[in-house]
């Protein structure tokens, strides 16, 4: 039987005395709750080391005070309800806690025509803070989209006028002939380019909501856009597609207004900076516009 002591070297004073803004883990693999489903995620969990004379913080306190978040569904007061444990657990050395959630939603996806679904993953953070007492919490989703150039698709429409004025001009137009001139790569001789885009949505959320509003903001920002990355993918679904991008084009600002006028309608948030990015197929570099708002108070 040993009947040493464990030494506790967090416990010592600090050589250099010197307080800390944070101090913690990161990239801690913990199984949440995030709008019911279960899901793999990787916690950050931090507090400030005020008391500039202590060595150290108690991890283990930090790692032990994120069971809870295996068991709750994710809120703003099971995140706050975290920090208050990990400030209760480090008593006279700590007045600020942090904890970052990093995780990937899963959404079910109709397809546009077919009666088929498949599944769409949207990578998911959520920061929560506690500083002097004020609770802080963001909210950050990034959704995929389509965008097609408006630029592009009137440069494309135009080549198309010229074409038809190089092959009809001085001609009697026989309807048989132009059905067939349209539905020939002849006569359309250009199409617009198209991108996958990125709406980053960076929130801050009200504190007192009951649920994290993930699946409504996605829902919001997916309407607004009008051209949502597809999952399962039929012709007639491709084509529902193409028709909605040929009456959806958009440059990299159209979509940035109209996320913004989307997301202020959003119930549990407060306020948000928003980046859309358009990956171009034009150039080799990316169109992106950023914008944000933050609600007024009475
Ligand atoms: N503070 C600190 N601890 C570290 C670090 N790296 C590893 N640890 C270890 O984290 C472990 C947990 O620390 P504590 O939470 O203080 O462990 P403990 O003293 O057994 O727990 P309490 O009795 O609750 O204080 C210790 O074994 C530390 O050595 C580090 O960089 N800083």
């Not at 709750?72 to 006279?92: C, K, T």
Request: aromatic content about 6%; overall charge negative.
């Amino acid at each position: 039987m040993n009947s040493l002591t464990l030494p506790d070297i967090a416990t010592q004073a600090s050589r250099q005395a010197l307080p800390l803004e944070w101090v913690g883990m990161r990239g801690i693999a913990l199984p949440v709750l995030l709008d019911g489903q279960r899901l793999s995620a990787k916690a950050d969990a931090g507090v400030s080391l005020d008391d500039g004379e202590a060595r150290g913080i108690h991890m283990s306190r930090l790692y032990l005070a994120l069971a809870t978040l295996e068991q709750q569904n994710l809120s703003p007061r099971v995140l706050h309800q975290v920090l208050d444990d990990f400030l209760a657990s480090h008593e006279g050395l700590s007045s600020n806690a942090y904890l970052n959630i990093h995780s990937e939603v899963l959404l079910k996806r109709p397809a546009l025509v077919s009666p088929l679904a498949g599944w769409k993953s949207y990578p998911v953070s959520i920061s929560a803070s506690l500083k002097n007492n004020v609770f802080h919490v963001e909210l950050k989703i990034d959704v995929p989209y389509s965008s097609t150039c408006p630029c592009s698709a009137a440069l494309a429409r135009q080549l198309i006028q010229q074409q038809f004025i190089d092959d009809f001009a001085n001609k009697p137009l026989q309807h048989a002939e132009v059905l067939a001139w349209l539905g020939s790569s002849h006569g359309i001789v250009a199409t617009p380019h198209s991108q996958r885009s990125t709406a980053q949505l960076h929130m801050h959320l009200d504190e007192f909501i009951d649920e994290l509003p993930l699946s409504v903001i996605i829902n919001d920002a997916e309407a607004a856009l009008g051209t949502a990355v597809q999952t399962a993918v039929k012709r007639a679904d491709e084509q529902a597609f193409a028709l909605a991008n040929g009456q959806n084009l958009m440059f990299c600002e159209d979509a940035a207004r109209r996320l913004n006028l989307a997301l202020r309608r959003c119930p549990g948030v407060s306020g948000f900076h928003l980046r859309v990015i358009h990956a171009e197929s034009l150039h080799a570099h990316d169109a992106v516009a950023e914008s944000h708002w933050h609600r007024e108070h009475a």
